[in-house]
């Protein structure tokens, strides 16, 4: 299984990035997907997820902000992140549960490398 995320960089507070996150190797529309995210000297916290039938759920810190959607015809998840702040900050990592064959109920679970996103004032 494999999880590459792209989309991170350098942006001003107030501004917007869409992170991507494609899988590989894994039954994609079986799969609950999530995004995860690690500040400096920090725990890695969940950020959003996104069930297979495109139920959402968030944190409490991003709601309103942040939109988790899947588009399981690319077998990619994306975390559109609008009203930046400095203090999300972090390492955002992808993160896969789900088979890696069609019909099994045997799961995975796999992550990516992560995007670094940084928030500057």
């Known amino acids: 299984v494999q999880l590459v995320e792209s989309g991170g960089g350098l942006v001003r507070a107030g501004g917007s990035l869409k992170l991507s996150c494609t899988a590989s190797?894994?039954?994609?529309?079986?799969?609950?997907m999530y995004w995860f995210r690690q500040a400096p000297g920090r725990q890695r916290d969940l950020v959003a997820d996104?069930?297979?039938?495109?139920?959402?759920n968030y944190a409490d810190s991003v709601k309103g902000r942040f939109t988790i959607s899947r588009d399981n015809t690319k077998n990619t998840v994306y975390l559109q992140v609008d009203s930046l702040k400095p203090e999300n900050t972090a390492v955002y990592y992808c993160?896969?549960?789900?088979?890696?064959?069609?019909?099994?109920?045997?799961?995975?679970?796999?992550w990516g490398q992560g995007t670094q996103v940084t928030v500057s004032t």
């Open positions: 996104i069930t297979t039938r495109g139920n959402t």
């Open positions: 993160k896969a549960v789900g088979p890696r064959v069609l019909g099994s109920t045997f799961t995975y679970t796999s």
């Open positions: 190797g894994i039954v994609f529309k079986s799969s609950r």
